[in-house]
């Protein structure tokens, strides 16, 4: 069976330095695979160069498709426009309007193959947002804030849906409930493919994980034979997850 997402032998260099070196990913339809690593692994560059965004100016060698096309030189809006959506680390949300507001203002690109989500529907993947609904983005926890980042890309009608760390700055409990109801999309059959620096709550959701260190994949499995790989162990010693 083809992956709905099929990312082979990506090399990222800004200048000199080879951010990541020849990363192969599949994320199949209704599947949730994690790309896990510690601070500077190369997940965000990663995840940039999937949907055709550039900090910088990186040169990418390799192959992007999404459902068999060959996605990889079109531009980041093309891409989208085909249900290729990314939520980027800590952005995504205008503060100076409503949550109202930042959900309305994204539509969902003419003959998408994706499934477009209606404001309530987004409201009823994130209840927690429908009593915020009308407060100003700046007032929001950081929690509400990924609910809306993640509720604008739902908007946008993915197909696969890019997150880069959703966790990062969340309280514990926090991290839970929003990794879930990413979960919850997923077996609702959203494609996912989630870049987290917390191993550990990535394996608590993701079908399968890939542990990426320097550029490099370094071990790959399913969510239950990582969490009995040393590598991963390894990784929380070393300061990776919580
Ligand atoms: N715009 C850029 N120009 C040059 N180097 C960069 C740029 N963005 C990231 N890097 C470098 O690429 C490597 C991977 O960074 P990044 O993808 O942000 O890692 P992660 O998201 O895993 O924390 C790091 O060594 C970082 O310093
Ligand atoms: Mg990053």
Same mark, same amino acid.
Request: one cysteine or more; aromatic letters at 2%.
């Given at each position: 069976?083809?992956? $709905?997402?099929?990312?082979?032998? #990506?090399?990222?260099?800004?200048?000199? %330095? $080879?951010?990541?070196?020849?990363?192969?990913?599949?994320?199949?339809?209704?599947?949730?695979?994690?790309?896990?690593?510690?601070?500077?692994?190369?997940? %965000?560059?990663?995840?940039?160069?999937?949907?055709?965004?550039?900090?910088?100016?990186?040169?990418?060698? =390799?192959?992007?498709?999404?459902?068999? &096309?060959?996605? =990889?030189? #079109?531009?980041?809006?093309?891409?989208?426009?085909?249900? #290729?959506? $990314?939520?980027?680390?800590?952005?995504?949300?205008?503060? =100076?309007?409503?949550? &109202?507001?930042? !959900?309305?203002?994204?539509?969902?690109?003419?003959?998408?193959?994706?499934?477009?989500?209606?404001?309530?529907?987004?409201?009823?993947?994130?209840?927690?947002?429908?009593?915020r609904i009308a407060a100003r983005c700046s007032t929001l926890s950081g929690g509400e804030r990924q609910m809306v980042a993640i509720g604008r890309a739902l908007r946008a009608a993915p197909r696969l849906l890019i997150l880069d760390e959703p966790s990062v700055g969340l309280a514990p409990r926090l991290v839970v409930e929003v990794l879930t109801h990413i979960r919850d999309l997923v077996d609702a059959g959203l494609s996912v493919l989630l870049v987290?620096?917390?191993?550990?709550?990535?394996?608590?959701?993701?079908?399968?994980?890939? #542990? !990426?260190? &320097?550029?490099?994949?370094?071990? %790959?499995?399913?969510?239950?034979?990582?969490?009995?790989?040393?590598?991963?162990?390894?990784?929380? !010693?070393?300061?990776?997850?919580?």
């Amino acid at each position: 069976m083809s992956a $709905l997402l099929d990312v082979a032998d #990506l090399r990222v260099r800004y200048g000199h %330095s $080879l951010a990541v070196d020849g990363v192969s990913v599949r994320v199949g339809a209704g599947e949730l695979v994690a790309v896990a690593g510690a601070n500077g692994a190369g997940k %965000s560059t990663l995840v940039d160069a999937v949907a055709g965004w550039s900090r910088g100016r990186p040169a990418v060698t =390799g192959s992007v498709r999404l459902a068999g &096309q060959d996605v =990889g030189r #079109l531009a980041a809006h093309r891409r989208a426009g085909l249900g #290729l959506v $990314l939520v980027p680390e800590g952005k995504g949300v205008f503060d =100076g309007m409503t949550v &109202q507001e930042n !959900l309305r203002v994204v539509r969902p690109p003419r003959g998408t193959a994706g499934r477009p989500y209606s404001v309530d529907d987004v409201l009823d993947v994130f209840p927690r947002l429908r009593e915020r609904i009308a407060a100003r983005c700046s007032t929001l926890s950081g929690g509400e804030r990924q609910m809306v980042a993640i509720g604008r890309a739902l908007r946008a009608a993915p197909r696969l849906l890019i997150l880069d760390e959703p966790s990062v700055g969340l309280a514990p409990r926090l991290v839970v409930e929003v990794l879930t109801h990413i979960r919850d999309l997923v077996d609702a059959g959203l494609s996912v493919l989630l870049v987290e620096q917390n191993v550990r709550a990535a394996l608590e959701v993701a079908d399968r994980l890939h #542990l !990426l260190d &320097q550029g490099r994949i370094v071990a %790959s499995g399913t969510a239950a034979q990582m969490r009995e790989d040393d590598r991963v162990a390894q990784a929380y !010693l070393g300061g990776l997850g919580p």
